[in-house]
């Protein structure tokens, strides 16, 4: 079976730009996560989506984050305006439920200038 | 609070030597317990997990973990290490419920000396 699709792989922008990631996961996986991985740590989560709707958004920084899924499939993830400490990888994970293990994307890498 | 911890930022063996990777978790129910690998550039993969039952479970690339409640911990072992396994490591706990939030450890690095 086809993975989780992420784009881009990389991004460069300068500080208060805006930025947006993309993420197509696993056909028939219910629920999605974003994931913010800063170097050196573990990943964590940013939001959890049981088709189109959230099910978890509790440490999203929600003044400058919003992430939506319209019609349960893709995801999209911006951010606006950047700030320095927003540099970090950005992994999508998928799952047919949630609880049931996580398959992640290969994440994008976003550098702030 | 759910948290997890790797003691071992950083671990060098030797290709062929035995491999233990050290997790510990703070949970308050019966926790649900995850190791995954990343290499760089990439996205984690999923070696093993434990719902329930057996405390020794088998994952993929020949690694193992054993579940031992009285210690918190849930610590993965590989009998003899391959160069290709130099990666970081993830240990994560996820709650019982149904949220399917996982808390990630902070990762142990491999490096696999020839």
């Known amino acids: 079976e086809a993975g989780v699709a992420q784009s881009p792989r990389y991004k460069i922008i300068e500080k208060r730009q805006s930025v947006a990631f993309w993420c197509n996961p696993i056909s028939g996986h219910a629920t999605l996560y974003w994931y913010q991985q800063i170097l050196g740590q573990g990943p964590k989560l940013l939001i959890q989506f049981q088709n189109n709707g959230v099910v978890d958004d509790s440490q999203l920084p929600k003044d400058r984050f919003s992430a939506e899924r319209l019609k349960g499939v893709d995801s999209t993830l911006k951010i606006q305006p950047a700030k320095l400490e927003d540099s970090a990888v950005y992994l999508c994970a998928s799952s047919l439920a949630a609880g049931q293990p996580q398959h992640f994307g290969d994440g994008t890498r976003l550098s702030i200038l | 609070a759910q948290s997890v911890t790797q003691p071992d930022i950083h671990i060098t063996v030797s290709e062929g030597a035995s491999l233990e990777l050290r997790c510990n978790y703070s949970y308050g129910a019966t926790p649900y317990l995850f190791w995954y690998v990343q290499s760089p550039g990439q996205g984690l993969q999923l070696l093993l997990k434990?719902?329930?039952?057996?405390?020794l479970v088998q994952g993929i690339k020949g690694f193992e973990a054993e579940f031992k409640r009285s210690q918190s911990s849930f610590n993965l072992r590989k009998p003899s290490v391959h160069w290709s396994d130099a990666a970081e490591y993830f240990c994560?706990?996820?709650?019982?419920?149904?949220?399917?939030?996982?808390?990630f450890g902070q990762g142990t690095t491999l490096q696999v000396k020839p």
């Open positions: 994560a706990v996820g709650p019982s419920g149904n949220t399917g939030k996982l808390i």
């Open positions: 434990y719902f329930s039952g057996d405390t």
